[in-house]
T-cell receptor
Framework: EDQVTQSPEALRLQEGESSSLNCSYT??????LFWYRQDPGKGPEFLFT???AGEEKEKERLKATLTKKESFLHITAPKPEDSATYLC????????????FGTGTRLTVIP | GAGVSQSPSNKVTEKGKDVELRCDPI?????LYWYRQSLGQGLEFLIY????????KSGLPSDRFSAERTGGSVSTLTIQRTQQEDSAVYLC?????????????FGEGSRLTVL
């Protein structure tokens, strides 16, 4: 059975305090791993797609990495506007038509 | 507008009533998805449309749930005889083609509360 587990559930950081969010997955054949950001009352907003182990993507203060079992979202010198819930999702197996989401990590960055 | 539009943004209904939720995807996006997000839960896949056909309805939780898409554009999710456990945010997303790595673009959701 496909599983996506995100940790921690919640994370509070001081502004400028770098950290990492984890997404562990168990799928039969990974086609893609996606990171989304979700602000309260909004729909998820796309951040990155990773396809193969060793791949890395960067955007501003965020960097996503992928291994065969997990992905990390590294946040460098975060700012209060980075506060949001970060969702990890997988497209599992060839022909899968949907994304399977984890429950997210709620990040709060304190000024 | 340029994004995915959903209506209503909020709906409060009584148990046993039927509700319809509407999604207007990004123009030109052939793939359309419905997800449900309950408090403290991850996004739960409901149904996927490619054009007007729904090749994957595997996520619909019961036969009280149905969805259609007309003209390859607007989609309606209908919940009949609503129950309190149906209370959630219903999110619609569209995509050019997920299999080619196209990301999903989400609307802001319809928050359903069943009293």
């Amino acid at each position: 059975e496909d599983q996506v587990t995100q940790s921690p559930e919640a994370l509070r950081l001081q502004e400028g305090e770098s950290s990492s969010l984890n997404c562990s997955y168990t799928v039969s054949g990974l086609r893609g791993l996606f990171w989304y950001r979700q602000d309260p009352g909004k729909g998820p907003e796309f951040l990155f797609t990773l396809y193969s182990a060793g791949e890395e993507k960067e955007k501003e203060r965020l960097k996503a990495t992928l291994t065969k079992k997990e992905s990390f979202l590294h946040i460098t010198a975060p700012k209060p506007e980075d506060s949001a819930t970060y969702l990890c999702a997988v497209q599992a197996r060839v022909g899968a038509n949907n994304l399977f989401f984890g429950t997210g990590t709620r990040l709060t960055v304190i000024p | 507008g340029a994004g995915v539009s959903q209506s209503p943004s909020n709906k409060v209904t009584e148990k046993g009533k039927d509700v319809e939720l509407r999604c207007d995807p990004i123009s030109g996006h052939t793939a359309l998805y419905w997800y449900r997000q309950s408090l403290g839960q991850g996004l739960e896949f409901l149904i996927y449309f490619q054009g007007n056909s729904a090749p994957d309805k595997s996520g619909l939780p019961s036969d009280r749930f149905s969805a259609e898409r007309t003209g390859g554009s607007v989609s309606t999710l209908t919940i009949q005889r609503t129950q309190q456990e149906d209370s959630a945010v219903y999110l619609c997303a569209s995509s050019l083609m997920l299999g080619l790595g196209g990301e999903l673009f989400f609307g802001e959701g319809s928050r359903l509360t069943v009293l």
